[in-house]
């Protein structure tokens, strides 16, 4: 697994395409547009300049795993001769199946192909794969040069040494992955993450707290105890009794919508789509820049905790 093809350069192909390449992969970066790569390429050398800034990497490093990058707009050169295809274009069905017929005409029937999807289940992706045994979900997390879980998902289909090797790819990279017992849609994390959401959304649209207000309570809390003491861990040290009580005694006056709140879909609507258009549930005037160093500044501090806890 030397030769890793990235398809997609956006908020996760390009820390995607970082992160193998600083593991010492070769790695072909695509996108549909010259100015994404430019715009991947701007990213991936912030981020490694940060890292060797906090002393991740020496500038040797960063300079080998740069030139261990290539660039192209068109998928077949991004795919011939690729060991594992990472494809990380957006969230949508149609032209995730339509890059696999694609890939499927081109590449050996050994090639693996993994899908950083959020959500969609393989059973959805590899709907019209010839091969769908090579298929697998290797689930990152923004960014993915830097937070540690990877979420692997098979299904039935998935050929037991596509899960093996793959697996063994995300630890060699330096990722602590978790391979889902059963698939389910949006996985472990997207899941609990939603149900969070949902009710973070419902305390917004009733006026208890503001975006802010849910950031500043859930930061210096669960965010806080979540980087060492999982949830699960959190409820022995808390005592079973009280989580059962909590559970009992809150679950009911949660929200149980179906929807995408109304407000999320007006802000979308209108373009307020977070960094990428300097407007989301904050205001920003450099595309997120220096939301973005600061958060991978922080990160890389807690990555180092973690790292000292782990030996
Ligand atoms: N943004 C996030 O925080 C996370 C996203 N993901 C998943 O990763 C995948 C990519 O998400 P993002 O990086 O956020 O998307 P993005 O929109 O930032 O980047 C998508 C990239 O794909 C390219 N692209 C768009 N349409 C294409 C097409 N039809 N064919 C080929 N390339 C195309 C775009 O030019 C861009 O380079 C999605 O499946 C998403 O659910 C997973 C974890 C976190
Ligand atoms: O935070 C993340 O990286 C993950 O929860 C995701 O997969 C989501 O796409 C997220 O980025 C959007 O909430």
Redesign the pocket.
Known sequence: MNNIAV?????????AAQLFAQAGKNVCI????ES??E??KELMNNSLKIMVEKEMLTENDRNEALARVTYTTD?HEAIQGADFIF??????L???L??YEIIESVVSENTIIA??????PLEELTQNANHPDRFIIT??????QIVPTVEIAKDENTNEQVVETTYNLIKEIGKSPVVLKKEITGFIV?RVQVAMLREAFNLMEKGVATAEDIDTAMKGSMGFKWAFCGPMESQDLAGLQTTKAMVGNISQDLSNSREVPSFLEDMVESDQLGI?TNQGFYNYDDNGEEAIRSRDDQFINLLKLLQQKQG
């Open positions: 398809l997609g350069a956006g908020v996760m192909g390009h820390g695509r996108a549909r547009r994404s790569l715009e991947a998928l494809e990380s274009i957006p969230e949508i149609e032209p995730k339509e890059t899908s950083n999807t959020s959500t969609f689930h990152f997390f923004n960014p993915p997207n990428r």
